[in-house]
């Protein structure tokens, strides 16, 4: 593991390397190298990883499991320019390959910032460590994990990809987006497919329009370095919520083997453009220093590392549209921001109203449109909303929901989406990870904004922290004659 003193390790990938451990999911001989350039001996990684597991894994420490990780653990310290380092890496692997009996088979995850992707690479190639075949010759896999941002837009994602093509076979590649190893990202394949119910009112002629949200009540924590110049529109609509619309409109798959679901996602991400005015079919905000959640939280040029005038924006909110005889004319609206109310993520389907309300003298100012909505996290589960007559009043039609609560539904708790993805590289099973050329539709759909964004003169509208967000965003939706929803 590249990267392996960062937060996103330290946070989800050795928890999860431990909470497959416990599970009972890796084989006796797993190995984990760390590399970085800290000067530690194995004893001194092997108690970072501890605390990690300790203060980050889901399921609880035991020291049978931990004893037993613990054989397999080494690290290599070192420079990603350093020829010596990585000849230590080679030594290092034939060493655990001999101790633990790993038959050689070696998964490289680069948990590191994108302008590392390249030396890596290329280090990895030039040491003997990746693999231009899916097998060597003694039937030993290398595999190599992507973390994104796959590029920062269409032309540096293919350069990646020319990079990563050079070092790698395509399906020794893993690209990791975590929100498809989401056990609720995951029910949607089954909630769409395994049911009779919903596929006759899943077009055009039933949906009045799709709202894809991700909202998130943190701010940037320490992240500066890596979120300003990204912002939230590359930073999860580029990846997670494009990939939520793909699973969204997507045709049936004929199964669910990696190249039928990709050839799906791939046709609907392809027809999926954005809206031809920009200025009315997109919004970006930046938060601004307000009290949320009870404490004065800072404004974000105010954060640590941030220039003051930074245009990176914190809020995205954008219009798409889909060119196919299922979707034409229903809008998909994209949002996303840090400094929100609250964290949820959803997918809904605002239906379109009933024709006819046969409802005279009655009060039905409380009916809305139904909705179908698909709840991501926290309380997973999927809500229908419908409209019901309210007891002992004449005739009052109001809202209600109808819910399924994973929580209820099922005892098992759902596993980390990185213990998933990571057990699903070592399987070297494909179905969750995108392909090159969804990375590069996703860019497609998302370049016009981004450039369009960077031509503005003026900087992003201010929201305050712990706000739904901009006045522009209201009104990208208000003009189409509709609102956001408050999940
Ligand atoms: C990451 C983004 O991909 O997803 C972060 O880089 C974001 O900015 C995170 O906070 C959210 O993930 P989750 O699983 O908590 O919704």
Do not use: C
């Not at 990603?80 to 101790?99: G, I, K, M, P, V």
């Not at 941002?149 to 050079?166: I, M, N, T």
């Not at 219009?319 to 949820?344: C, E, H, Q, S």
């Not at 007559?389 to 609560?405: C, G, L, N, S, Y």
């Amino acid at each position: 593991m590249f990267g392996v003193t960062g937060d996103l390790s330290r946070k989800k990938l050795l928890p999860a390397i431990y909470d497959l451990a416990n599970r009972g999911l890796l084989p006796p001989g797993f190995g984990l190298v760390g590399f970085a350039r800290r000067d530690w001996r194995a004893e001194h990684f092997a108690e970072v990883v501890q605390q990690a597991v300790r203060e980050n894994a889901r399921t609880p420490f035991r020291d049978d499991v931990w004893q037993q990780l613990l054989e397999g653990i080494r690290f290599v310290p070192g420079d990603l320019d350093s020829d010596e380092a990585f000849e230590n890496l080679a030594a290092t692997l034939r060493e655990l390959d001999e101790a633990q009996g790993t038959g050689g088979n070696h998964a490289f995850y680069l948990s590191v910032p994108p302008k590392a992707f390249d030396i890596t690479l290329d280090q990895l190639s030039r040491h003997g460590l990746a693999g231009k075949t899916p097998e060597g010759p003694d039937g030993a896999w290398s595999r190599v994990v992507i973390e994104k941002p796959f590029g920062h837009d269409l032309a540096s994602a293919q350069e990646l990809q020319r990079k990563v093509s050079a070092a790698f076979d395509p399906q020794s590649v893993f690209r990791i987006d975590h929100y498809l190893g989401k056990e609720t990202v995951q029910n949607m394949l089954a909630f769409r497919f395994a049911n009779q119910l919903f596929e006759p009112i899943w077009n055009r002629s039933y949906i009045d329009h799709v709202q894809i949200t991700m909202a998130e009540d943190i701010g940037i924590g320490g992240r500066a370095g890596y979120y300003d110049g990204i912002g939230a529109a590359r930073d999860v609509i580029q990846n997670h919520l494009l990939q939520l619309l793909a699973l969204t409109a997507m045709e049936e798959p004929t199964s669910f083997s990696a190249d039928q679901l990709r050839a799906e996602k791939l046709k609907v991400l392809q027809a999926t453009r954005p809206a031809a005015d920009l200025a009315r079919g997109t919004a970006r905000g930046q938060y601004q220093a307000a009290w949320a959640g009870g404490e004065l939280v800072k404004g974000y040029l105010e954060e640590d590392g941030i220039p003051s005038d930074s245009r990176t924006e914190t809020y995205a909110a954008i219009r798409v549209d889909i060119d196919n005889r299922r979707w034409a004319g229903v809008p998909f609206y994209l949002r996303t921001a840090k400094r929100m109310p609250r964290r949820v993520t959803e997918v809904a389907l605002i239906l379109k109203p009933a024709p006819h309300l046969p409802f005279t003298n009655s009060d039905v100012t409380g009916l809305g449109s139904n909705a179908l909505v698909m709840r991501i996290q926290p309380d997973e589960g999927v809500m229908l909303r419908l409209g019901a007559k309210v007891p002992a009043t004449q005739m009052e039609i109001r809202d209600v929901t109808m819910d399924f609560a994973y929580g209820t539904s099922f005892a098992e708790s759902s596993p980390e989406a990185y213990e998933r993805l990571i057990l699903d590289v070592l399987l070297g099973d494909p179905p969750l990870f995108p392909q090159h050329e969804e990375v590069e539709a996703a860019w497609r759909i998302l370049d016009p904004v981004l450039d369009y964004w960077q031509s503005l003169a003026e900087p992003p509208e201010g929201y305050p922290a712990g706000s739904w967000g901009t006045r522009s965003g209201r009104e990208m939706l208000a003009r189409d004659g509709r609102s956001w929803r408050r999940p």
